[in-house]
């Protein structure tokens, strides 16, 4: 199977070519300096000189705070870029696989979010990829649209910047009114492998079983490291408090569901214990 994955120099996608290269998958990871999403002729002419029987959209603009401040941008890349690649996908015959976010719902309320639950995005972010879905959905059928929730892997800024302080035995600050399901990136990878070897399309929510809050996170991180360091609140960051998505439908369509939160950070951290 030939596949191609934007945004392989990120978090997620650079996962996705290392998990999908160990299956012996022929993979192409593409970056923003071989084509950028928002161009519609350079996103053509690579697809179509790919031919790839499937694609992996990771790309995308990922800076929350930032696209508050920046709405066209966000919107040229997520909404826009993302119908560039359906078109593309289309013309190419390939299936699409786009990675999605928690963020496209109101983040209210305390239970997790199905798949059928309607989005009503609040934030720049959030609504941009929201947009991103309806485009795959107007134009395709064959596409998978995965909506997972605060990624992490051992490259992670912010995972390196905790365990630093742990090493160190100094206080480490984290938010306690955020609640979702950290997924660690490896894991996610290996599912969208999965998928895309079948025919199963269709809208999918995946993320680390369980949930807990950043500070929840910290604090288990510093307990897998051995350290002594105290977890202190952070400032509220004025952003939706729900981040929980319900991922049975998964398991409905044959799919594995993604382990615990606690047991991939175990495995995350494991190399640095
Ligand atoms: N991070 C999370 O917690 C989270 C949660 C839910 C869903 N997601 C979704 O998961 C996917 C992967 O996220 P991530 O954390 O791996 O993101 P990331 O680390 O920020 O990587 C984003 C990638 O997109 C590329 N990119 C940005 N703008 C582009 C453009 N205009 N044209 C081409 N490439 C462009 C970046 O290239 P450069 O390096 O050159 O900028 C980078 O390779 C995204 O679709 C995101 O919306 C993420």
């Keep these: 199977m030939r596949v191609l994955v934007t ?3 990120g ?3 650079s996962e996705v070519v290392r998990c999908l290269r160990g299956i012996r998958m022929d993979v192409r990871g593409v970056n923003r300096e071989d084509f950028d999403v928002r161009d519609v002729d350079a996103v053509h002419a690579a697809v179509a000189e790919a031919q790839p029987d499937a694609i992996v959209h990771c790309a995308a603009y990922t800076d929350i ?5 920046e709405p ?3 919107a040229e890349v997520n909404a826009m870029g993302t119908l560039n690649m359906a078109r593309a996908a289309l013309r190419a015959n390939s299936k699409l696989l786009y990675v999605s976010t928690a963020r496209v719902f109101p983040g209210e309320g305390a239970v997790p979010y199905e798949p059928t639950d309607r989005p009503a995005a609040k934030t720049v972010y959030g609504l941009s990829k929201a947009q991103g879905e ?19 892997s051992e490259a992670s800024p912010r ?4 365990t630093r302080l742990a090493a160190e035995g100094r206080a480490v600050t984290a938010m306690e009114d955020m609640i979702a399901s950290p997924t660690w990136a490896p894991d996610l990878a290996r599912l969208i492998a999965d998928m895309l070897r079948t ?11 369980g949930a807990c809050t950043p500070a929840g996170f910290a604090q288990m991180a510093v307990q ?7 977890v202190r609140p952070e400032a509220p960051a004025h952003m939706p408090l729900n981040g929980r998505l319900d991922c049975r439908a998964l398991e409905q369509a044959g799919f594995r569901r993604l382990p615990s939160w606690e047991e991939s950070l175990s495995g995350c951290l494991s190399g640095q214990m």
Excluded at 65 to 69: G, I, L, N
Excluded at 134 to 150: C, D, K, N, V
């Design 159 to 162: 995972l390196r910047e905790l």
């Design 7 to 9: 945004g392989a120099s």
């Design 224 to 230: 897998l490291l051995g350290s002594r360091s105290q």
């Design 134 to 152: 309806e485009a795959i959905r107007g134009l395709m059928t064959r596409y998978f649209i995965l909506r997972t929730s605060w990624l992490y």
């Design 65 to 69: 705070r930032r696209a508050e401040t």
């Design 72 to 74: 066209e941008l966000c």
């Design 199 to 209: 025919e199963r399309y269709g809208t999918y929510h995946a993320a680390g079983e």
């Design 11 to 13: 978090q997620l996608g």
